[in-house]
């Protein structure tokens, strides 16, 4: 079972950067496609950011598209989200997630469309807060 760990969160300036690492313990994370989200107060969990398993192909939420990259490191176990352009609005708690041991079969149900929603990941992290001031 793989487990997840969120860092790289904090206090940031509008127009500044962060990148969230998320490190994969356990067994067969290669197996899993990859995926953020995150979740401001009084709303619910949104899609940002997913990654197939040998992250040749991402995808991204209209909000965060040219100013987010997603990669993956499989020999290191991670997953980093590159945040560029902050906004006051990316505030919120980031959360990585992967999606599960049908991995490959979904995919493919999916016509090789990475999952957005929350639904589609079994295996959540903790979070990491990210604050952006105006």
């Known amino acids: 079972q793989v487990q997840l760990v969120e860092s790289g969160g904090g206090l940031e300036q509008a127009g500044g950067s962060l990148r969230l690492s998320c490190l994969a313990t356990g067994r067969s994370f290669t197996s899993y496609a990859m995926g953020w989200f995150r979740q401001a107060p009084g709303k619910e969990r949104e899609f940002v950011a997913a990654?197939?398993?040998?992250?040749?192909?991402?995808t991204y939420a209209d909000p965060v598209k040219g100013r987010f990259t997603l990669s993956r490191d499989n020999a290191k176990n991670t997953v980093y989200l590159q945040m560029n352009s902050l906004k006051p609005e990316d505030t919120a708690v980031y959360y990585c997630?992967?999606?599960?041991?049908?991995?490959?079969?979904?995919?493919?149900?999916?016509?090789?469309?990475?999952?957005?929603?929350?639904?589609?990941?079994?295996?959540w992290g903790q979070g990491t807060q990210v604050t952006i001031s105006s």
């Open positions: 990654i197939t398993w040998q992250g040749t192909k991402t």
């Open positions: 997630a992967a999606d599960g041991p049908n991995s490959g079969i979904e995919y493919l149900v999916r016509g090789l469309a990475l999952a957005t929603r929350t639904d589609q990941y079994e295996i």
